[in-house]
T-cell receptor
Framework: NAGVMQNPRHLVRRRGQEARLRCSPMKGHSHVYWYRQLPEEGLKFMVYLQKENIIDESGMPKERFSAEFPKEGPSILRIQQVVRGDSAAYFC?????????????FGQGTRLTVV | GQNIDQPTEMTATEGAIVQINCTYQTSGFNGLFWYQQHAGEAPTFLSYNVLDGLEEKGRFSSFLSRSKGYSYLLLKELQMKDSASYLCAVGGSGYSTLTFGKGTMLLVSP
């Protein structure tokens, strides 16, 4: 079991470009959570998805950010027209269908730098 | 609202015992989690408390008092590799997304 896989590990984008962050959950896990960690800040919940459904996006900025978890393939966090303030580490976590966050495992994160 | 407080930094010496406190005020509660995070790495799960009391797991123990909104993580026989950030997090109601504190950076010195 390869664990939660995120790619890329590091991503550099110029202001105004789009950033796409990918997360493949652990095998057998159907729940995916995205968190953002700003420098000197704690992890902040962004969005919780199950296959083909957004369950809770209360932590997601209303503009420029979107997330999906299609039936096939990884979960994608998409940031359009990136700004310097989007520079952060973005972590994905996954859990099995019945486990909730009790058994959530985190990926290594994608470090986004906007220049 | 959601508010989770923990000390920013702590220092301790190898072989010692250290207690990292966490207080919380959250609108929902579905368990108290502790994670360890080394610089540049993923948070790794350490412990989960949903009932009051002490949970022991090897060198690590975690305590919860729901009435006081208080938890602590106890690390015994400290090793250099325990130098890391320790994150306190509360699971909310419903599907249990986590609300994290800012983390406590623990530095273990020889």
């Amino acid at each position: 079991n390869a664990g939660v896989m995120q790619n890329p590990r590091h991503l550099v984008r110029r202001r105004g470009q789009e950033a796409r962050l990918r997360c493949s959950p652990m095998k057998g896990h159907s729940h995916v959570y995205w968190y953002r960690q700003l420098p000197e800040e704690g992890l902040k919940f962004m969005v919780y998805l199950q296959k083909e459904n957004i369950i809770d996006e209360s932590g997601m900025p209303k503009e420029r950010f979107s997330a999906e978890f299609p039936k096939e393939g990884p979960s994608i966090l998409r940031i359009q027209q990136v700004v310097r303030g989007d520079s952060a580490a973005y972590f994905c976590a996954s859990s099995p269908p019945a486990g909730g966050n009790t058994e959530a495992f985190f990926g290594q994160g994608t470090r986004l730098t906007v220049v | 609202g959601q508010n989770i407080d923990q000390p920013t930094e702590m220092t301790a010496t190898e072989g010692a015992i250290v207690q990292i406190n966490c207080t919380y005020q959250t609108s929902g509660f579905n368990g108290l989690f502790w994670y360890q995070q080394h610089a540049g790495e993923a948070p790794t799960f350490l412990s989960y408390n949903v009932l009051d009391g002490l949970e022991e797991k090897g060198r690590f123990s975690s305590f919860l008092s729901r009435s006081k909104g208080y938890s602590y993580l106890l690390l015994k026989e400290l090793q250099m590799k325990d130098s890391a950030s320790y994150l306190c997090a509360v699971g909310g109601s419903g599907y249990s997304t986590l609300t994290f504190g800012k983390g406590t950076m623990l530095l273990v010195s020889p």
